[in-house]
């Protein structure tokens, strides 16, 4: 919901690009659910999309090794530092935007632009990321693969956001409101109760992988 001195993009009516959630935690949330609590018919824009961000690094991979193997290489800055709020904050976490395990499989993404701050890479490094970046930015803002779509009132959007980046348009609200609200779930609490779940009423020899969780399998 849009307020009038937001102290968090998500607040105001600005476009959000495709992101995670709270990249600058050590752990960022697993499962997340946007409960769509009013969205009135005269609000221009506010729709929401999302993007597999495994299947895009993948298309980096096989397109683009050398970026690929740059993001798996040089560590991002993800932050939050803002004193001028009720509750100040300073956190700040490095780490890869993608994560791969010894055989070479994806296991992670870490992508959050509007909370990323200055590298801490050799000079060297610096033209090589950047090149990289902007390769990895495109295949995941410009692609077909992009799913949005208008929420409605009562609806809830329900994903994965270690894995499933998520954004959206910029809006006009013209007099009305449009008001998410979210919360979520850690990846390793829900990945255990599906198990739980599939091992005593359904299949025991099922498996979960490639879950965001980084894993190595």
């Known amino acids: 919901m849009s307020t009038p001195k937001p102290i968090n993009a998500a607040y105001s009516d600005v476009a959000l690009p495709l992101h995670i959630d709270l990249n600058y935690y050590e752990s960022p ?25 495994f299947h ?32 100040p ?11 791969v395990n010894h055989l070479g499989n994806v296991i992670g993404v ?50 994965n956001n270690r894995r499933v980046l998520h954004g959206r348009t910029s809006f006009e609200l013209n007099g009305g ?3 998410l609200q979210g919360c979520y779930i850690h990846i390793d609490e829900f990945k255990s109760q599906l198990m739980v779940y599939l091992n005593l009423h359904g299949d025991k020899n099922a498996s979960m992988t490639a879950v965001g969780n980084q894993d190595l399998y």
């Not at 949330?29 to 993007?51: A, N, T, Y």
């Not at 904050?89 to 994560?99: E, T």
């Not at 000079?123 to 902007?134: L, M, P």
């Open 29 to 53: 949330p697993g499962i997340q659910l946007l409960h769509c609590m009013r969205f009135d018919d005269c609000v221009l824009g506010g729709e929401s999309r999302f993007r597999d961000g």
């Open 56 to 87: 895009a690094a993948e298309e980096l991979k096989k397109a683009y090794p050398d970026e690929f193997a740059t993001l798996v290489r040089c560590p991002a800055t993800f932050q939050k530092i803002h004193y001028e709020r009720e509750r």
């Open 89 to 99: 904050v300073h956190m700040r976490y490095h780490r890869p935007h993608i994560v």
């Open 110 to 159: 870490n992508w959050s632009p509007p909370f990323e701050g200055p590298l801490r890479l050799p000079a060297v490094d610096i033209d090589a990321y950047y090149a990289a970046y902007w390769q990895f930015a495109r295949l995941l803002e410009e692609s077909p693969h992009v799913i949005q779509f208008r929420l409605v009132a009562g609806e809830v959007a329900v994903f």
């Open 177 to 179: 409101h449009r008001h």
